[in-house]
């Protein structure tokens, strides 16, 4: 089995695929505002057919330890759960753990599935615990259903579960401490997401702020005790006294590129090395349908793709400025 490693020596092990470029949601942070963007045809998403061939070749050819599947919103994708029970067949014979990122709203009533399914990690995102203000953000009053499928899930023995809320001045930055009251008996891990720039997403200096003073705000109340991080992404720390866990993604005021290990793929099966990555590599679609490619040669290629990678993404100036760079299309 290769490692994946780019030409700076990063080793590739965690793979994020995106299921859809559809959401049910309208997060005014994550679609451009203006012009509506254009949706990929079913015909141009990777069928579940081609997706659990791609995961085989990921897991044969190379050391892959996680596989997150993310979208737009991967819950909103037709028979999404028969899905994951083949993905269950690939899991048991080969040791990777998955994990899926979702808006919580379609999950309540598939939790015991996914978690039968051998789904490891739950990450929910949430970003507001008030209804109006949920409503401003999402676009969409699901508010209690994704409350109750987070307090749900907090239920089973899933490896973890995280909430995932992006911070943005002046609308929700006001809320850290609450997020903390709310959950501070549980055994959740609350992650405050520093807002990026995308394409059309109203990102402004002005809205931002940092993982360090979203910190300042929360010692104004809890003692926050560092922990050592269990990825190389998040600062994580334990509220004193609590299980709770609290983590700040700090990926503008404090990048983690030089340890990335992460290789996306989009739901119509281009290879994103970054999230931020200007061009898209090769597209996978074709030769995954096409069973006349073999899967040591598409293995060869995802491999080769990785050597454009750069060391650092851009700016937050010129990340604004990008206009190919839409969220909801490479898969958060
Ligand atoms: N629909 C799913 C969800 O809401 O979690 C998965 C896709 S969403 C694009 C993945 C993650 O990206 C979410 O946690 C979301 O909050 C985050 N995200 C989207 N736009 C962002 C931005 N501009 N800055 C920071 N995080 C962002």
């Known amino acids: 089995m290769n490692k994946l490693t780019d030409k700076f020596r990063r080793v590739h092990d965690y793979l994020r695929i995106s299921l859809t470029d559809k959401c049910n949601l309208q997060?005014?942070?994550?679609?451009?505002?203006?012009?509506?963007?254009?949706?990929?045809?079913?015909?141009?998403?990777?069928?579940?057919?081609e997706l659990?061939?791609?995961?085989?070749?990921?897991?044969?050819?190379?050391?892959?330890?996680?596989?997150?599947?993310?979208?737009?919103?991967?819950?909103?994708?037709?028979?999404?759960?028969?899905?994951?029970?083949?993905?269950?067949?690939?899991?048991?014979?080969?040791?990777?753990?998955?994990?899926?990122?979702?808006?919580?709203?379609?999950?309540?009533?598939?939790?015991?599935?996914?978690?039968?399914f051998g789904m490891n990690r739950l990450n929910i995102s949430l970003d507001s615990l008030q209804r109006n203000k949920f409503i401003a953000i999402a676009g969409k009053d699901l508010f209690?259903?994704?409350?109750?499928?987070?307090?749900?899930?907090?239920?089973?023995?899933?490896?973890?579960?995280?909430?995932?809320?992006?911070?943005?001045?002046?609308?929700?930055?006001?809320e850290l401490i609450h997020f903390i009251d709310q959950f501070h008996n549980t055994n959740l891990n609350i992650r405050f997401i520093e807002y990026m720039p995308f394409s059309g997403n109203?990102?402004?200096d002005a809205k931002f702020i940092s993982w360090g003073e979203m910190k300042s705000i929360i010692e104004t109340k809890y003692h926050l005790k560092?922990?050592?991080?269990?990825?190389?992404?998040?600062?994580?720390?334990?509220?004193?006294?609590?299980?709770?866990?609290?983590?700040?993604?700090?990926?503008?005021?404090?990048?983690?590129?030089?340890?990335?290990?992460?290789?996306?793929?989009?739901?119509?099966g281009k290879i994103k090395n970054?999230?931020?990555?200007?061009?898209?590599?090769?597209?996978?679609?074709?030769?995954?349908?096409?069973?006349?490619?073999?899967?040591?040669?598409?293995?060869?290629?995802?491999?080769n793709s990785l050597q454009n990678k750069w060391f650092k993404h851009p700016s937050t100036d010129e990340l604004a400025k990008l206009n190919h760079n839409i969220m909801m299309s490479i898969g958060g």
């Open 52 to 116: 659990t061939r791609l995961i085989h070749i990921f897991v044969k050819y190379f050391s892959v330890n996680k596989i997150r599947f993310t979208g737009g919103e991967p819950l909103v994708r037709k028979n999404i759960l028969s899905f994951f029970e083949q993905v269950h067949e690939i899991k048991k014979s080969n040791h990777f753990e998955i994990g899926i990122t979702t808006n919580g709203t379609l999950l309540e009533d598939k939790i015991e599935s996914l978690h039968s």
């Open 274 to 303: 970054c999230l931020f990555a200007q061009s898209e590599e090769i597209n996978l679609k074709s030769m995954l349908a096409d069973y006349s490619f073999g899967d040591e040669l598409i293995a060869e290629m995802i491999s």
């Open 144 to 174: 209690d259903t994704t409350l109750r499928s987070i307090n749900k899930a907090l239920k089973f023995d899933f490896d973890k579960v995280k909430l995932n809320a992006v911070i943005i001045k002046n609308i929700n930055d006001d």
């Open 27 to 49: 997060c005014l942070y994550c679609i451009p505002s203006q012009n509506q963007i254009e949706k990929f045809q079913h015909k141009n998403i990777l069928t579940y057919e």
């Open 226 to 268: 560092e922990i050592e991080s269990d990825g190389n992404v998040a600062k994580d720390f334990l509220v004193d006294g609590t299980n709770l866990k609290v983590s700040f993604i700090s990926s503008i005021s404090n990048h983690f590129c030089y340890s990335c290990n992460r290789l996306r793929i989009t739901s119509s």
């Open 202 to 204: 109203g990102w402004d």
